[in-house]
């Protein structure tokens, strides 16, 4: 983490986990324990359905509440989907957006991740961009060269005073949901180089400013370690954001002094 030029935000991903009532549920066990959030910005993605309910649930917690996907079109003949403007409307602050469980059993690719992004942040929120390299690509020496084509792709024709908007969670799809972590050492290699893709595209200044966060399998044990690297500013949380005293573990992690 690096407070002095950057925000460190904690996200959780509930995927299609929780029904509406768990929502409520969980929320009034983390109004028990909530600490006084001082360092750092927290939030949960939730299934879209239970967007209202969340809001609700969380109103007097200091935690927002994310989106999990966004269609990128405004409006129209579009089944099932949900516009930006939608999310919008509902409260919603930050939407994840090219999550590797949606590029793999969806079909997104960096195209429709990048549409998304534009959508997002024309609606005024914040994209959280996800990255990452498959097990194969990581053994085979091109983690850097591929994370640095999904930064691209994603952000193309992202404007810089945008670009301050959105956060890059970096998440290698091998330690995600596995209960293997990458090491600290290994994430914090990562999020360096796609700060410095950033910097390639944008310049030092804007690079400085923008939020990388880590996911895949972070929990309580392995969060201080991951957040103590210079370029880890946070973190996505999947399976350890649907507990709340494992959630609250590492928001802790993220608030010390
Ligand atoms: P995990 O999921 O923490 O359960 O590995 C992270 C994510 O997919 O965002």
């Known amino acids: 983490m690096n407070r002095r030029y950057r925000k460190t935000v904690i996200a959780g991903n509930w995927k299609m986990n929780m029904t509406a009532s768990e929502t409520k549920k969980f929320a009034e066990e983390m109004k028990k324990i909530m600490p006084r959030v001082k360092w750092c910005e927290t939030l949960i993605c939730v299934p879209s359905c239970n967007i209202p ?5 969380f109103k007097d ?11 990128f079109e405004g ?16 409260g ?3 939407v994840i957006v090219g999550h590797s469980e949606r590029r793999q059993y969806f079909c997104e690719t960096d195209a429709v991740v990048n549409k998304k992004v534009h959508a997002v942040l024309d609606a005024g929120m914040t994209p959280i961009i996800c990255v990452g390299e498959s097990l194969e690509q990581r053994e085979t020496g091109i983690t850097s060269e591929w994370i640095a084509l999904q930064v691209k792709g994603a952000l193309h024709g992202v404007a810089a005073d945008k670009l301050r908007r959105c ?4 998440e290698p799809i091998w330690a995600i949901g ?3 972590t990458a090491t600290a050492e290994q994430a914090g290699e990562v999020c360096s180089n796609i700060r410095a893709t950033i ?25 201080a370690e991951l957040l103590s690297q210079p370029d880890i500013d946070g973190g996505l949380i999947g399976g350890a954001s649907l507990k709340p005293d494992q959630f609250l573990e590492i928001i802790n992690a993220a608030n010390q002094d």
């Open 53 to 57: 309910a969340a809001t609700k649930a």
């Open 61 to 71: 917690l200091r935690i927002s509440v994310g989106a999990e996907n966004v269609y």
């Open 75 to 90: 409006r129209g003949a579009y089944t099932g989907e949900i516009s930006a403007e939608m999310l919008k409307d509902l």
């Open 92 to 94: 919603v602050k930050y």
């Open 167 to 170: 956060i890059i969670a970096y």
């Open 178 to 180: 596995t209960g293997k």
């Open 199 to 223: 910097r390639s595209l944008y310049g030092a200044r804007i690079a400085r400013s923008v939020t990388i966060q880590y996911g895949g399998s972070m929990n309580p044990k392995n969060a």
